[in-house]
T-cell receptor
Framework: RKEVEQDPGPFNVPEGATVAFNCTYSNSASQSFFWYRQDCRKEPKLLMSVYSSGNEDGRFTAQLNRASQYISLLIRDSKLSDSATYLCVVSSQAPYNDMRFGAGTRLTVKP | DTGVSQDPRHKITKRGQNVTFRCDPISEHNRLYWYRQTLGQGPEFLTYFQNEAQLEKSRLLSDRFSAERPKGSFSTLEIQRTEQGDSAMYLC?????????????FGPGTRLTVL
């Protein structure tokens, strides 16, 4: 079993749609959680950290369920520019040198 | 551009040859990481430096791989006797102690193709 598992997609949605990505992790000692975005043939970039209480950044909402070892990312009002691969990342503790990436979920937003 | 830079961006080599990649982190960042990414997968951790000290190496880093960060600034990753299975994108990232969640900033990567 992989340490971090994501639905690979692809998700093809129309502009304006709401889409949700799920991620599960196997290491119960994990302490820090992130979503990274990776455009085609580009480097990953931090989208948002995920807090225990859940957090929102504009159209993006991240949730964490420690009991189920589950993380989610919700994107509302999808834009064409949201098309990318979304990587779920889990780390046990600072300094986050043991970050474990999921394989990513590919999203395509169509006009 | 003050981000993480990597050189070369692309490298094609024949099996059995040695290759070396360079990473220049963001100047004030004391931590530097190397990852490998293959098609359809997320980045896999290879090794990590804090300043010039190499503090952790993944089991993925076989004895054909060696990384250095001699002055705590730029880093090199060398692969000896390359194999076709080494073909991948090699990503470098840097972060700063006490930075926001120790956010790692990635470079554009070096794409290695072993023929």
């Amino acid at each position: 079993r992989k340490e971090v598992e994501q639905d690979p997609g692809p998700f093809n949605v129309p502009e304006g749609a709401t889409v949700a990505f799920n991620c599960t992790y196997s290491n119960s000692a994990s302490q820090s959680f992130f979503w990274y975005r990776q455009d085609c043939r580009k480097e990953p970039k931090l989208l948002m950290s995920v807090y225990s209480s859940g957090n929102e950044d504009g159209r993006f909402t991240a949730q964490l369920n420690r009991a189920s070892q589950y993380i989610s990312l919700l994107i509302r009002d999808s834009k064409l520019s949201d098309s990318a691969t979304y990587l779920c990342v889990v780390s046990s503790q600072a300094p986050y040198n043991d970050m474990r990436f999921g394989a990513g979920t590919r999203l395509t937003v169509k006009p | 551009d003050t981000g993480v830079s990597q050189d070369p961006r692309h490298k094609i080599t024949k099996r059995g040859q040695n290759v070396t990649f360079r990473c220049d982190p963001i100047s004030e960042h004391n931590r530097l990481y190397w990852y490998r990414q293959t098609l359809g997968q997320g980045p896999e951790f290879l090794t990590y430096f804090q300043n010039e000290a190499q503090l952790e190496k993944s089991r993925l880093l076989s004895d054909r791989f060696s990384a250095e960060r001699p002055k705590g600034s730029f880093s090199t990753l060398e692969i000896q006797r390359t194999e076709q299975g080494d073909s991948a994108m090699y990503l470098c990232a840097s972060s700063y102690t006490s930075g926001r969640y120790n956010e790692q900033f990635f470079g554009p990567g070096t794409r290695l193709t072993v023929l």
